[in-house]
């Protein structure tokens, strides 16, 4: 969601005292306050929904300047998977414990650090959510700086019901992973209630039949992907020894070091398959990009980025060249502006990368590292990035539609998933967990 967020004032209160929120999400920063929603009078009436700083769980209503809050004991860090989150808010419940409630992926969360909205001191306290004032999704309104970043997806609110997850969601038979529900079960949302498409085109379009549909904030940056269909992104979680920032739902990596690399690895490894990627290199030093692949073992060295073994890049500089295992080993093959797209051809199956410039090949099969099983068939491989030099880095396209904040292109895979700039080659597909299952 970047700095995208959605908007809407409602023209009358419903319940403030008993209402369900269901988001299906999936996270892009952490160890930063991530707001999934708010709701602000002003700075002693307000409700939050959020990631705290330790990656928790918490939600705050609070009133006269008095908080009461639940917050999780357990922190939610996983990036390259979605979170399915049900709030329940229910202050009129006789069992102080049901005041809140919180599912996550079905399952209810009993551990909390901060419980007073467990408490009977809590009876019947009313919330800021669903009163007559703007409802802000994805950006905390005490913080004007806090935006979500990430994607999400199928935004419910229900006005003065409780549902449980049952209602938005089921485990699959096969493979025991939480996912959504294919056709509401919910028959009247309510005064306030909303079914949110949170899609690229129309993220704040109501699909409950409410009407309620929310006004957009930002740039246009709810990334394409869904539950059903997850993304590959570049993980905070495998930043080697260096310490790579990232934004835009872990699609662009920045440099934070003029004098040492930092790494990126994707969140996503495959052992077969043919996948495609694109990328752009931006910031005054350009030349400073390493684009390919690792294999699961690789250790990024603190003074450059390709020397240790299981390392297969494409090096944006010295006239462009392919390095591998410690080695440069082949030169001037073209180098990338700001403009140029780069696109990343990995054959697992054949074990070799292409690059492509804006559609046309520039490195042709190139062989990958034959080190730490990589070849052999229980080693991954991952798609692989570092930058130098401070405000420099790359915006990576797996396939979700757009290079940082910017439209990427309306061309799809031979499965017809992703929005790429350029076609991927033919055999090639977007890195997404739809492909993976057919090709990888």
């Known amino acids: 969601m970047a700095s995208t967020y959605l908007y809407k004032t409602p023209s009358s209160a419903g319940s403030r005292v008993k209402w369900t929120y269901s988001v299906w999400l999936k996270r892009g920063a952490i160890e930063v306050q991530t707001p999934i929603w708010a709701a602000t009078t002003d700075g002693s009436n307000y409700d939050e929904f959020y990631f705290n700083t330790a990656d928790k769980i918490q ?126 079960t919910i028959a009247d949302y309510g005064t306030n209630g909303f079914k949110l498409k949170m899609d690229t085109t129309s993220p704040g379009a109501d699909t409950s039949g409410k009407g309620n549909t929310f006004s957009v ?110 080695s440069a080993t082949s030169a001037n093959y073209g180098t990338f502006s700001t403009s140029d797209v780069c696109g990343v051809a990995v054959d697992a199956d054949n074990n070799t990368i292409s690059i492509y410039k804006n559609n046309s090949i520039i490195v042709t099969n190139y062989a990958l590292s034959t080190y730490a099983n990589q070849l052999n068939g229980t080693g991954f491989i991952f798609p692989n990035a570092a930058v130098l030099d401070n405000g420099s880095g790359q915006y990576t396209n797996f396939g979700e539609g757009f290079f940082g904040t910017v439209a990427a292109g309306t061309s799809a895979d031979g499965n017809g998933q ?18 993976l299952e057919a090709y990888g």
């Open 59 to 184: 939600y705050s209503t609070i009133t006269g300047g008095t908080q009461k809050a639940i917050r999780t004991t357990r922190v939610f860090r996983d990036t390259s998977a979605w979170y399915h989150i049900v709030l329940i808010y229910d202050t009129g419940n006789s069992t102080d414990t049901d005041h809140a409630q919180l599912w996550i992926n079905g399952v209810r969360e009993t551990s909390f650090e901060d419980t007073t909205l467990l408490a009977s001191g809590a009876n019947n306290v009313q919330s800021n959510w669903n009163n007559n004032i703007e409802m802000k999704i994805g950006r905390v309104t005490t913080n004007t700086a806090a935006y979500y970043d990430g994607s999400m997806a199928v935004a419910e609110f229900v006005n003065n019901q409780t549902y449980v997850p049952t209602y938005f969601g089921s485990f699959d038979s096969n493979t025991g992973i939480w996912t959504p529900t294919a056709t509401s």
């Open 418 to 435: 992703g929005l790429f700039a350029f076609a991927p080659p033919s055999g090639y597909y977007a890195l997404n967990t739809k492909n």
């Open 217 to 326: 904030g930002g740039p246009a940056t709810l990334l394409q992907g869904s539950p059903d269909n997850n993304w590959c992104t570049w993980t905070p979680l495998a930043k080697y020894n260096r310490s790579a920032t990232f934004a835009n739902g872990n699609t662009t990596v920045n440099s934070n070091n003029n004098s040492l690399w930092d790494s990126a690895r994707g969140a996503f490894g495959f052992q077969k398959g043919k996948w495609y990627w694109e990328t752009k290199f931006f910031g005054s030093s350009a030349a400073f990009n390493y684009i390919g692949v690792c294999n699961e073992n690789a250790i990024m060295g603190t003074n450059d980025a390709y020397d240790k073994n299981a390392v297969t890049v494409f090096y944006n500089s010295d006239g462009g060249e392919m390095r591998k295992d410690g």
